[in-house]
């Protein structure tokens, strides 16, 4: 009993040293003003077209990981290709990868001077492929061990009944694979809404266009503007709060249901 406490102690300490106190500070310091200041300072016109620009472009993020992160895993689980061990491998890479480096490629590749005559630097599309490429293994490797541990007898049993492979993965595969899914997709939406390094160079920061909620919380500070910069933080913490509860009360229908 006293290891548990001892160790329920040390816990609590370290999260809230490293989570909870820098948190509640950025709340603080973005809401001591009152709820007057802290609105207008979210609501200036740069601010609020940022917020809006990271919070569409996450949702966008998010679904198209869902998908393709989804397709991606069922191709790693089901099929047997040569370098399937190499691809595996590689779907890591944004998590190894510094995330200011991966802006800097993607720059190269569909920048002005685009080896692949694709020019997206400074626009919208270039935020959204940044996003994408940090984002993508978030719904992989959430649906990958689902898709490893799904029985494959109700597949058969199915088939064997006669339900073609749409409607045994309407019935069958998709039910068990849409929590992990959306678990995915609202990990890969919190971390796009705090993305700083992958975007600053491709977006080009243009205000009101490109720039992003965390480049506009960056620009704040070297203004010294740090009460309406603790402000935008505060926005995008509290949308974050409500995705990661979401998620929680899902898993826990997802635990529920078995």
Known sequence: MATRRTGLGLAVTYLSLIVLVPLAAVVWRGTGSGPGDFWRAVT???????LQLTVIGSLVVALINMVMGTVIAWVLVRDRFPGKGVVDTLIDLPFALPTIVAG???????????????????????????????????????VQPVLMELDRDMEEAAASLGAGPLLTFRRIILP????????????????SIAEFGSTVLISGNISFKTE?????????????????AAAVSTALLVVAFVVLAGLDLLQRWAGRRG
Do not use: C, K
């Not at 200036?44 to 940022?50: F, H, P």
């Not at 068990?176 to 971390?191: I, V």
């Open 44 to 50: 200036t016109a740069d601010s609020w077209a940022a």
């Open 104 to 142: 800097l490629v993607l720059l190269a590749l569909y920048g002005t001077n685009s080896p692949l005559h694709v020019n997206l630097a400074y626009t919208r599309a270039g935020v959204i492929l940044a996003l994408l490429f940090v984002t993508l293994p978030f719904v992989v490797r959430t």
């Open 176 to 191: 068990n694979l849409l929590p992990a899914m959306l678990s995915g997709a609202g990990l890969a939406f919190t971390r």
């Open 212 to 228: 992003v909620a965390a480049v506009n919380i960056f620009g704040r500070i070297e203004n010294d503007q740090v009460t309406a």
